[in-house]
């Protein structure tokens, strides 16, 4: 376990801070680019978690993990001679 002091630095209209190398690699992240944490807030402390990884197609095209799976679609009632 690593624990370090990070100074909390303006970014835009927010803040950030900057995690080391080491320290994301730590949780699984080696490669940065592309990469997502979770980030969850419980009894005043910031939990940060390697996300789900999505696979490269995913991401390019931009594919939600949560998004709810349909397994059937209706396309209404026969209109003809289809097979039900």
């Not at 992240?29 to 807030?41: F, L, P, S, Y």
């Amino acid at each position: 376990m690593t624990i370090k002091e990070i100074q909390i630095k303006p970014w835009g209209n927010s803040q950030g801070i900057e995690l080391s190398n080491e320290m994301l690699a730590q949780i699984g992240i080696d490669d940065i680019e592309h990469q997502c944490v979770t980030v969850e807030v419980k009894d005043n402390s910031l939990i940060l978690k390697k996300a789900y990884e999505k696979s490269r197609l995913m991401r390019r095209f931009g594919y939600l993990i949560d998004e709810k799976r349909v397994d059937e679609f209706s396309f209404g009632k026969p209109l003809g001679n289809e097979i039900i």
